[in-house]
């Protein structure tokens, strides 16, 4: 009788049995796993190096792209500045005072409503004085009237915005700052902006209830003003509107922002310091925002360069070198000078 032999063949011919080749089958599969990938220290550490090396040359052009961008943003602020400037003087055939009278109202906010902004006009009665003035006229944010490179549109002024006056007093009233300031040419008239500046903006002519005496004085407590008129014109440009600086941006140091006199409420007519700035002899462009002036043009851009806006309606740079000769010719409306641009 033959018995036959049920083993496979496989196994029965080399002799093997069934866990034998089970257990070979795994010993071949543990021997033939995939080892996982992993870095070295070593190589983890050149990784880093390389993409540290990346970043340190992408991050200046990227702060570059973006400080040209906030610089062409502040070019386009003064250009608006200017347009609405030619456009007032379109319509009243006279340049904005630099105030209209002192305590009331700023050239900052006269010139509003040639800048789409006619609806803030109606909270604004223009009879009294800024510190008489409602919350909403005072605080609302108005982004064309600041640089990027410095700070935001929603900054109020903390401080200072008190009524200078030997005659009444008040608390701080607060109001929106601004970045730029019109020209009060220079010399001791021009930092006061008082009717005998030089600059293309003066303080203007008003008539107050009660009467101011003598005129251009403190007006007394609770005068409203009955009317006023600008004491400029294209016609006292006489310098050339291409040569004649109308605005610009104002040196701030960085402890006073938000302070007046330097950098309180750009509409408050009473603290010169808020609306107006000097450029010419004895008053250099500010070099970095901490150099220690309350009176100059200055701005925070890198490199330094200062915008202004001229009669004409142009922007240009001048960097922190320009001689004040040069920038008082500029700045002044009147002095029957030759300019020569370096």
Request: net charge negative; proline share 8%.
């Amino acid at each position: 009788m033959h018995f036959i032999d049920s083993t496979p063949f496989s196994e029965s011919r080399l002799g093997l049995g069934r866990i034998d080749i089970h257990s070979r089958f795994v010993k071949f599969q543990l021997h033939h796993r995939p080892v996982p990938v992993a870095f070295t220290l070593i190589e983890l550490l050149v990784v880093i190096g390389i993409v540290s090396i990346l970043i340190g040359l992408l991050l200046p052009a990227v702060q570059a792209a973006r400080e040209s961008a906030r610089r062409t943003s502040c070019i386009n602020n003064l250009k608006q500045i200017g347009l609405a400037i030619q456009n007032f003087e379109s319509q009243y055939k006279v340049l904005p005072p630099s105030r209209n009278y002192d305590h009331y109202t700023s050239w900052a906010f006269l010139i509003l409503p040639f800048m789409e902004q006619t609806a803030l006009p109606e909270h604004w009665d223009d009879k009294l004085k800024y510190y008489y003035q409602n919350d909403t006229a005072r605080l609302t944010p108005m982004p064309m009237y600041f640089c990027p490179s410095r700070r935001d549109a929603n900054i109020i002024s903390t401080a200072g915005d008190d009524i200078l006056s030997p005659y009444e007093i008040s608390n701080h009233v607060p109001g929106i700052v601004s970045d730029y300031a019109s020209s009060a040419g220079h010399g001791p008239a021009g930092v006061w902006n008082w009717i005998h500046s030089n600059g293309a903006f003066v303080m203007g002519f008003g008539i107050t209830d009660p009467e101011t005496v003598p005129e251009g004085d403190f007006a007394p407590p609770g005068a409203k003003l009955i009317s006023w008129k600008s004491r400029t014109t294209f016609a006292s440009i006489v310098d050339g509107t291409s040569n004649t600086i109308f605005a610009g941006e104002k040196h701030v140091r960085p402890e006073q922002q938000g302070i007046a006199p330097e950098d309180g409420a750009i509409y408050n007519g009473d603290h010169p310091g808020n609306f107006s700035r000097c450029g010419g002899p004895g008053y250099p462009l500010a070099r970095f925002p901490s150099d220690q002036f309350a009176t100059n043009f200055g701005s925070y851009h890198a490199g330094g360069g200062v915008n202004f806006v001229f009669g004409d309606g142009s922007v240009r740079t001048f960097t922190p070198d320009v001689s004040t000769d040069l920038l008082g010719r500029l700045t002044a409306r009147n002095d029957h000078e030759v300019i020569t641009e370096p």
